[in-house]
């Protein structure tokens, strides 16, 4: 009797073990820094309003530290003089809001030093600044513990380039453990923020047969004439456009409506519809209510958020986002 009464304790104990080790929580901080997850949320609502265009790289900056050794903060971490880290890399070159990010951490240090890694602080300011503008809101289970290790070559071959075509698409999510439907969601943030000519779009528009001349004939031939008024040389490094244009700040159903009328900035955006699955859940992205796309999206938004994490005691809690503990 005793025996058998005592068995399923000892099974439930080792359950909590092994996931107290192996997964994310909600409100993991609730003992160790109780104050933490509002001190961000404050933080981010006292000052995403007046910078409201930093939400969009920062939920892009969430999304590179993911697809690299999971989100564990390694895009955060500097080059040093033996390391050249993810933040050389072409695709984060663009990347803002590394000051906001040190901001909140620093918060967060004086309030329970060494606690919140730099891993949660990303994830949660980027759902917070998300929610500030107006966007979807998503749960952020937390306890990610930072990485050691940032590997410019690594970011370089996870991130998908703009230049992506589908199938290089659908590899690299699946490489995160990510499908189709993912990819079309979180695709779906491209209603929000800006692109750079020189980076992302002017081969498009210039180049795109690599010989010097030529247009995607993918794209929009009046959407081409309007960027290459703006965007006016393959060499242009200065102009941004909005890939959105007209509500670049507002996260609703436009980019989904942009792509189906072949005006996706990126070759990577023409490519969701080049796939008859990806293409019929477009349409009915676009066709259906914002409700419905941020449901989905925050979906998507809570699987990205689980890549790779770190948890237990593998890696540490860094205490400046930039350089590792010594
Ligand atoms: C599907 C593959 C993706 C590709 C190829 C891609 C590529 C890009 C590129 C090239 C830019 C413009 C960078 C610049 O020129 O400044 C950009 C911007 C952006 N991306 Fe993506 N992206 C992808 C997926 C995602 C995902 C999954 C998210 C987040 C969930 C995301 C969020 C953003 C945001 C918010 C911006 C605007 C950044 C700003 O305003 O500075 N992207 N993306
Ligand atoms: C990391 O690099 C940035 C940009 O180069 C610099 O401003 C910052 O001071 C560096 N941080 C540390 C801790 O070295
Ligand atoms: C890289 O340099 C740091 C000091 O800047 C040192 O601690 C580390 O051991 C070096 N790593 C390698 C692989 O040489
Ligand atoms: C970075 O990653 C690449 C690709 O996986 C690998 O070949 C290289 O050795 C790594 N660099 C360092 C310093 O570990
Ligand atoms: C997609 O791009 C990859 C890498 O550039 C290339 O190897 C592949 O042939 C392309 N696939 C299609 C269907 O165009
Ligand atoms: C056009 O693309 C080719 C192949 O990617 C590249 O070698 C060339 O430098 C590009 N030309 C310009 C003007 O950007
Ligand atoms: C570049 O390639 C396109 C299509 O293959 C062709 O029409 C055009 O004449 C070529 N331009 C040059 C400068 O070779
Ligand atoms: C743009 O930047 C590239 C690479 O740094 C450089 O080669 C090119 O001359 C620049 N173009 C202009 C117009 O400044
Ligand atoms: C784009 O312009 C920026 C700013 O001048 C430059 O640093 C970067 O190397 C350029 N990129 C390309 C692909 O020309
Ligand atoms: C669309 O993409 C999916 C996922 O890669 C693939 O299984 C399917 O065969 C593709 N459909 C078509 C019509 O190519
Ligand atoms: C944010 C950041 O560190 N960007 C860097 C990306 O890589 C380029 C080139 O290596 C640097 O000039 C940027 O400062």
């Given amino acids: 009797m005793e025996s058998m009464s005592f068995a399923p304790i000892l099974i439930m104990f080792l359950c909590f073990l092994g996931s107290s080790q192996a997964a994310l929580k909600m409100n993991f901080y609730a003992k160790t820094c109780p104050k933490a997850e509002k001190i961000v949320l404050d933080y981010v609502k006292e000052h995403i309003p007046n910078a409201p265009t930093l939400a969009a790289p920062i939920l892009r900056m969430h999304f590179h530290d993911c697809f690299v050794r999971g989100c564990d903060a390694s895009v955060l971490l500097n ?5 050249t880290a993810e933040k050389a890399a072409v695709p984060n070159q663009t990347l803002r809001g590394f000051d906001f990010i040190d901001k909140v951490k620093s918060l967060l240090e004086a309030q329970c030093p060494g606690v919140v890694s730099c891993a949660d602080t990303i994830a949660l300011v980027a759902r917070d600044a998300v929610v500030t ?8 289970p937390t306890g990610r513990r930072d ?5 410019s070559t690594e970011a370089a071959n996870n991130i998908p380039a703009p230049t992506s075509n589908f199938t290089t698409l659908v590899t690299k999510f699946a490489n995160q ?4 439907k993912d990819l079309v969601l979180l695709s779906g943030a491209h209603t929000i923020g800006i692109a750079h000519c020189n980076q992302s779009f002017a081969a498009r528009l210039y180049n795109f047969t690599g010989n010097g001349s030529g247009q995607d004939p993918s794209l ?9 008024a703006k965007c006016q040389t393959p060499l242009d490094n200065t102009t941004i456009f909005e890939m959105d244009p007209g509500s670049f700040r507002t996260f609703d159903l436009d980019y989904y409506k942009l792509v189906l009328k072949r005006r996706g900035l990126f070759v990577s955006d023409a490519a969701l519809i080049t796939n008859s699955t990806s293409r019929s859940q477009i349409i009915g992205l676009a066709q259906g209510t914002v409700s419905n796309f941020y449901t989905e999206f925050a979906k998507s938004m809570v699987k990205m958020g689980k890549i790779g994490v770190k948890t237990g005691s593998s890696g540490e809690i860094r205490k400046n986002c930039a350089v590792l503990n010594s």
């Fill in 79 to 83: 080059s040093t003089s033996n390391n």
């Fill in 177 to 180: 453990g990510l499908n189709v």
């Fill in 147 to 151: 990485g050691l290790i940032s590997n």
């Fill in 133 to 140: 503008i107006g966007g979807p809101s998503w749960s952020v």
């Fill in 220 to 228: 929009d031939s009046e959407y081409a004439v309007k960027l290459k």
